[in-house]
C-alpha cells in the first residue's frame, strides 16, 4: 500500500493528467488525514470543479458539494495563494442545478 505521500502526489499526477475522478477518490481520504495540505487541498478542488465543468455529474453532486465546502474552508485557512480562483470552482459547482 502506497504511502501517503504517494498517495498525494498519485492525486496531483490524475489531476495533471485529467483524471478528475481518480484524483478525487485518492486525495479526498488523504485529506482526511492531511487536511490542512495547501497543494491537495487546490488539486481535490480542482479535480471537484473539473468533473463538473463540462457536465454536471448529478450521482456525486451533493457529496461533491460537501467536500467542496470542508476544502474550500481550510484552504482559505491556510491562506492559499489561490483563494480567488478557489472561490470560482467553488461557487461553479454549488450553482449547478
Avoid: F
Avoid at 52 to 77: F, G, M, V
Amino acid at each position: 500500500m502506497p504511502d501517503m505521500n504517494a498517495k498525494k502526489l498519485l492525486g496531483i499526477a490524475y489531476v495533471l493528467g485529467g483524471r478528475s475522478t481518480d484524483a478525487v477518490a485518492v486525495l479526498t481520504p488523504y485529506l482526511d488525514a492531511n487536511p490542512a495540505d495547501t497543494a491537495a487541498l487546490v488539486s481535490a478542488i480542482y479535480g471537484t470543479y473539473n468533473r463538473h465543468a463540462s457536465a454536471t455529474q448529478s450521482e456525486t453532486l451533493a457529496a461533491d458539494r460537501a467536500n467542496l465546502a470542508k476544502w474550500s474552508k481550510a484552504y482559505a485557512a491556510t491562506k492559499g495563494p489561490m483563494q480567488p480562483l478557489v472561490a470560482a470552482w467553488v461557487k461553479h459547482v454549488q450553482e449547478l442545478k
